[in-house]
């Protein structure tokens, strides 16, 4: 059974790691929760799930006003021809659906099988912001405290330049 916002709610307080979630209508894309950004507070983020030529997978998690650069991500992270996953196999690693992509759902992935890489500049804002693996809330926590639960899943992820900038960044 894939974890809930329950059990990030739980992992997250059991690292004493602070967060604050918004409830709000179900969110798909970036362009849909434009919106919403008076509403949930800070840095928004955009999760990529990506597999490449080889078979192995990549969560890529961004600012949203970012746009990825999968050419120049691919060398840079070690990649070979990355395209985008599907939504059987996010079901299958992931635990969950398209539009409800987080590094949360790292909780889901039970055999380590996703490769985890955070945008640099996402990682010096103060605060970011993630669906708690459901589209109808966001949860917003330090971003250092981000890669605190990461690490306590066992990842080791790579902090790179996944991009160049769409929009004036919103933490700036």
């Not at 307080?13 to 800070?42: C, M, Q, W, Y």
């Not at 192995?56 to 021809?81: C, F, Q, Y």
Request: proline share 6%.
């Amino acid at each position: 059974m894939p974890a809930t916002d329950k059990d990030v709610f739980a992992k997250l307080d059991a690292l004493n790691i602070a967060h604050s979630t918004v409830e709000h209508r179900a969110v798909f894309t970036v362009e849909e929760g434009k919106d919403l950004r008076g509403i949930v507070p800070e840095m928004h983020c955009k999760n990529l799930f990506l597999k490449d030529k080889k078979d192995h997978l990549w969560l890529v998690v961004m600012p949203s006003d970012k746009r990825a650069n999968l050419n120049r991500l691919e060398k840079t992270i070690g990649a070979a021809r990355l395209s985008f996953g599907n939504p059987e196999l996010l079901l299958d690693v992931l635990g969950i659906t398209p539009g409800s992509v987080s590094p949360f759902a790292l909780l889901n992935d039970h055999s380590r099988r996703v490769a985890v890489v955070l945008d640099k500049d996402m990682m010096q804002a103060p605060l970011v912001t993630y669906h708690p693996l459901r589209n109808t809330a966001s949860t917003t926590l330090k971003s250092g405290d981000l890669l605190r639960f990461i690490k306590s899943l066992s990842y080791s992820p790579q902090i790179v330049d996944c991009g160049e900038w769409v929009e004036e960044p919103l933490h700036a």
